[in-house]
RNA sequence: GCACCCGUAGCUCAGCCGGAUAGAGCGCUGCCCUCCGAAGGCAGAGGCCGGAGGUUCGAAUCCUCCCGGGUGCGCCA
């Protein structure tokens, strides 16, 4: 259930029925008419925006709709009061039995309240992580794996049909230094002294990439010529990282649905046949590209190169898709990816980048564009960077050259349930603060705690009940009598619940997962003020021995809270605790 | 030079498909508690929402310009 859409929906009825009163003109669009919850409680509960937008099409005052409109909605069961307030806003106040009704309505629904269709199905391809197999994954690739994963699982509990989806940089030059890199440390495995000289990979993670090799293929490659080994090499190479990559991405919890091959697109037409189809559309030409517009282009010599008319599409130049040597650029083999994603049918797609892929967005989405004629839209999510602390100053782990802070670092200290939820506590494009020292403390200042800490004492409470005789089952509460919750802070808290639907289609909206994080360290707060009010005055706690018909309701409200704390955090990939 | 992101309380940031007196945490000030419903509680001060125009009944939110910070800018992916 979603009170807000019913009420919406309240509203819109009612204007149609003043508008066929002939109190209304005839042919007016309510699209623009909302529902909100107003900023200050004290103006009521939900404010409708309906007099002010339709006063100047229906050439009436504000306040001539806005009456009409109030005794209309008075009519209603659920509206305790209608007042027309301020420039000519509508505020209603629910009865306290419609706001009730939200905590058996959760109860009911489980871990699935929430859960909407309003993604109707629609196909959803969402990119992330997408780091080169060249090594383990670090800090970065840590946040942007949360952050795709917890959207992915936000759409698909919206009703999208979602695919998770890592397109392996595997075709590019980077990959023939990581197999020269291995085949050093083959080498080093066959005792010989190898120099890392500048581009290869040094890191201490290719030597049991180096040993295993040497037991795959024995002395083979000893002494060999490169162009004998390098095809192998790589291909083991890049395996052996993408498993480690596997690995660590499980550690997080992050599967996903397809690992797709960059170098599956070389030889096999896919290049060209996306190329073909831009071909057909006018959108290829040979031309010179402009000369870069950076501060130093002394070096540029102009040359002929295929081109992308991209600028067709929103870029701002055309790009090139060929080197002058003739072979693709980076760009080329994009472009084959992401026609091959509309060719699957998807009807939108996501790809989630880091911040420094920014310059990127506009020729990517030209290409959505122009191969999908329009028809499939391209959201670019871009991952601001993540600073790593330890108790407010920069932190660095031991390392060699070449390996950076791992993500496998980062779980193995924080786990993964508070390096998840840590990395949703800002914007994607904002810049985040990882500090160890917060994400493990257990007090208030930790966001992570406080939330499970919230969802741990709910289930205390509800264990003593439940030890003191009170039927706590979810299925009972539901039945009970709700008229005991009248009180101004249980219904601000019974409010509070009644905005995860809403609030779950903002985020759906914005795709902004990080919005469910905040709203759960809202939630939190708003039930630890509950309960510590019980602390001060028995009478306010949840569990009154005396009276089981308020203690019922009580528990019975607290569930409910429960069962957001427990959906939102399934959201996040988060396992709520039962006692800290 | 151009593009994108950001500029909101002393600090770190939410809010931005336009809505009423702009929120939170930290820090600060004051009071209370130290009781396993534990790993503190309550209250308060603190803002021309970077600046200037524009659209609108209404702008932190949309548009334009400017200022400040970050990122990126041919044959690296």
């Not at 190479?237 to 996903?256: F, N, Q, W, Y």
């Not at 102009?302 to 090139?320: A, C, I, M, N, Y």
């Not at 019975?556 to 427990?566: D, F, G, P």
Request: proline share 5%.
């Amino acid at each position: 259930m979603n009170l807000f859409a019913d009420i919406h929906t309240l509203v819109t009825r009612s204007l149609w029925e003043l508008q066929e009163e002939g109190v209304l003109p005839d042919g007016l669009d309510f699209t623009s008419v909302t529902v909100e919850p107003p900023r200050d409680t004290l103006h009521g509960d939900m404010a409708t925006n309906a007099a002010m937008v339709l006063a100047k099409p229906a050439k009436m005052k504000p306040h001539d709709i806005a009456v009409p409109l109030a005794a209309r909605l008075l009519t209603d069961e659920r509206v305790d009061t209608a007042d027309v307030a301020g420039p000519g806003f509508l505020n209603l106040r629910l009865t306290t039995a419609v706001w009730a009704a939200v905590v058996p309505a959760a109860l009911q629904a489980g871990v699935d309240f929430g859960r909407s269709r309003m993604g109707h199905g629609k196909r959803i391809n969402i990119e992330y992580v997408s780091a080169n197999p060249t090594g383990p994954l670090h800090v970065g690739h840590t946040r942007g794996a949360v952050f795709g994963d917890t959207l992915a699982n936000l759409l698909a509990f919206a009703g999208f049909d979602v695919t998770r989806e890592y397109y392996i940089n595997d075709g590019g030059a980077q990959v023939d230094v990581l197999a020269r890199s291995v085949y050093l440390r083959y080498l080093e495995a066959h005792g010989q002294d190898v120099a890392f000289e500048d581009g290869t990979y040094p890191g201490d993670y290719l030597i049991p990439v180096g040993q295993a090799l040497k037991e795959k293929a024995g002395d083979a490659y000893v002494g060999a010529p490169e162009a004998d080994w390098l095809t192998d090499v790589r291909e083991f190479s890049t395996g052996a990282m993408m498993d480690l990559i596997r690995e660590d991405l499980k550690a997080l919890g992050v599967e996903m649905d397809l690992f797709y091959s960059e170098k599956s697109l070389y030889n096999t037409g896919q290049i060209e046949a996306a190329l073909e189809a831009l071909e057909q559309k006018g959108l290829i030409c040979e031309g010179v590209p402009e000369p870069p517009k950076s501060r130093t282009p002394e070096y540029w010599e102009p040359r002929k190169q295929t081109l992308f008319r991209s600028s067709e599409h929103g870029d701002d130049v055309d790009r090139p898709i060929r080197k002058s040597d003739g072979s693709w650029t980076y760009f080329a083999p994009d472009i084959a990816y992401h026609y091959d994603k509309i060719e699957r049918g998807f009807d939108a797609l996501i790809d989630v980048f880091g911040t420094d892929h920014g310059g990127y967005v506009k020729r990517m989405k030209a290409a959505v564009s122009a191969l999908s004629d329009g028809q499939v839209s391209l959201d670019v999510k871009l991952i601001q960077l993540v600073r790593l602390l330890k108790n407010g100053k920069p932190f660095k782990m031991s390392k060699r050259a070449g390996i950076f802070v791992t993500m496998r670092d980062i779980v193995d200290q924080a786990g993964a349930d508070a390096t998840r939820f840590h990395m949703l506590t800002r914007k994607n494009d904002a810049p985040l603060d990882f500090d160890f020292a917060l994400v493990l403390d257990q007090s208030k200042e930790n966001p992570v705690f406080y939330v499970q800490y919230a969802h741990a004492r709910i289930c205390s409470v509800v264990r003593k009940a439940s030890e003191a005789g009170l039927d706590v089952n979810d299925r009972n509460l539901q039945n009970c009598d709700l008229a005991h919750l009248s009180d101004m802070a249980e219904i601000a808290l019974i409010r509070k619940v009644a905005e995860w639907p809403r609030l779950l289609e903002l985020a759906v909206h914005h795709n902004e997962p990080h919005r469910i994080a905040f709203y759960l360290y809202d939630l939190a707060g708003e039930y630890h003020v509950l309960h510590n009010r019980g602390k001060s005055r028995e009478t306010l706690r949840f569990w009154q021995p005396e009276d089981a018909a308020a203690s019922s309701a009580r528990i019975a409200m607290i569930r409910a809270v429960a069962v957001v704390l427990s959906a939102g955090l399934a959201i996040l990939g988060i396992n709520p605790m039962e006692e800290m």
